[in-house]
Every structure is written in C-alpha cells, then in structure tokens.
T-cell receptor, first 113, second 112 residues
Framework: DSGVTQTPKHLITATGQRVTLRCSPR?????VYWYQQSLDQGLQFLIQ???????AKGNILERFSAQQFPDLHSELNLSSLELGDSALYFC????????????FGSGTRLTVV | GQQLNQSPQSMFIQEGEDVSMNCTSS?????WLWYKQDPGEGPVLLIA?????ELTSNGRLTAQFGITRKDSFLNISASIPSDVGIYFC????????????FGTGTRLTIIP
C-alpha cells in the first residue's frame, strides 16, 4: 500500500457522460499530481495541485478539470467523455516539490463505451 | 522542448538473464529517478540518483547517472519472474515547479 488512495478502481461509462475520480494523498503530502496512461502510451502529466491551489498544467483537455480540497484530497472531473478518454488515470503525491519523486496510487481504469 | 529517449522499448528474456536499459536526453538533468510499474498498478520508485557519475544499487538493481548529466542506465542482474513490468526513467532539472516527465518505458517480459 503506497498510502495514496484512488477510487474507484474501475469505471465503465458511456460516451457523453461525466465522471469524477477521487484521490487521497499520502499523509502529510501537500502536492497532488494527475497522470493519464493510455494503452501503449507513457505517463502523460495532466495537472498538479499544491495545498489547494493549481500549480502546473500539462496536456489536460478543456473537458477535464480538477480541484484539491482543504483536506488535501483531490478530484479529477472528466466530462463529455469520448472513446479516446479510455485510459488509466493515476494520482500521485509528494511532500512539496517532488524533489525525491512522487508516490503513485494504483490508478482508476476508465473505460468509455 | 526536451527529448527523452528510453530504450529498448521492450525486452524478452529468460529467467536468470541480466537486463540493461537506458534513457538519453537532449537536456541536462540534476536528478534521475527510475520507476517500475507492475501490471495493473501504479509506478513505484526503485532508485534515485542525484549526482553526475553516481552509481547506486538496490538489491539486484544498479543504476548510474551519466557523467554528461544527459543519460542514465538501469541494470537488473539475474532476472526473476517478479521483475516483469514496465520500467520508466524520470529525470528532473530541479528548477522551480518542474513536473516529473517520464520516459516511454521499457516493457520487460520473461519467457518461461
């Protein structure tokens, strides 16, 4: 158990729908990062939050949004889902700037049908 | 932007063989991290390198931070079935609010 908790583990939904993925960071970690991993693709950075504020944005679509709450858990919202959004979505956390690396959760596998 | 090349893309080996993979970049980095992703799981940090030329071991794993600071390699000796997975390099320049960028991964398969 890495200490980073992601729910749900699996999600199957239809095109056009909206889903919310949830992440609880490791205790004491202030930064949360979201990554997308499509089939045969590497890990693509989506967005980072630090202590409730957005810190960095990567290749995140406008249909996607995220937030980090006062208790430091984070949610990634995916809307108007398309087949191509099917992927593994990982949350990672670090104490601050991630100098010593990130700790990853076990991911949410999203399947859009 | 930086180019990060990880090779080989995949490896098929027999149990007991040694494995070598590397990452090269067009940019200079101050930290190289190596992660492993087991099937169906998130990546786990294996080894961290913080100094050019540094050679670090973790059990059967050995990694080196290239002297030019543009490359790193990871070796696995005497591979066992649980070594199966995808290995990623993740270098950092350690400036400001830099996000971790991962290599394309090396998929290791052990042939029975």
């Amino acid at each position: 158990d890495s200490g980073v908790t992601q729910t749900p583990k699996h999600l199957i939904t239809a095109t056009g729908q909206r889903v919310t993925l949830r992440c609880s960071p490791r205790s004491g970690d202030l930064s949360v990062y979201w990554y997308q991993q499509s089939l045969d693709q590497g890990l693509q950075f989506l967005i980072q939050y630090y202590n409730g504020e957005e810190r960095a944005k990567g290749n995140i679509l406008e249909r996607f949004s995220a937030q980090q709450f006062p208790d430091l858990h984070s949610e990634l919202n995916l809307s108007s889902l398309e087949l191509g959004d099917s992927a593994l979505y990982f949350c990672a956390s670090s104490p601050s700037d991630g100098l010593y690396g990130y700790t990853f959760g076990s991911g949410t596998r999203l399947t859009v049908v | 932007g930086q180019q990060l090349n990880q090779s080989p893309q995949s490896m098929f080996i027999q149990e007991g063989e040694d494995v070598s993979m590397n990452c090269t970049s067009s940019s200079i980095f101050n930290t190289w991290l190596w992660y492993k992703q087991d099937p169906g799981e998130g990546p786990v940090l294996l080894i961290a390198l913080y100094k050019a030329g540094e050679l670090t071991s973790n059990g059967r794993l050995t990694a080196q931070f290239g002297i030019t600071r543009k490359d790193s390699f990871l070796n696995i000796s005497a591979s066992i079935p649980s070594d199966v997975g995808i290995y990623f390099c993740a270098p950092r320049a350690n400036f400001g609010n830099e996000k971790l960028t991962f290599g394309t991964g090396t998929r290791l398969t052990i042939i029975p």
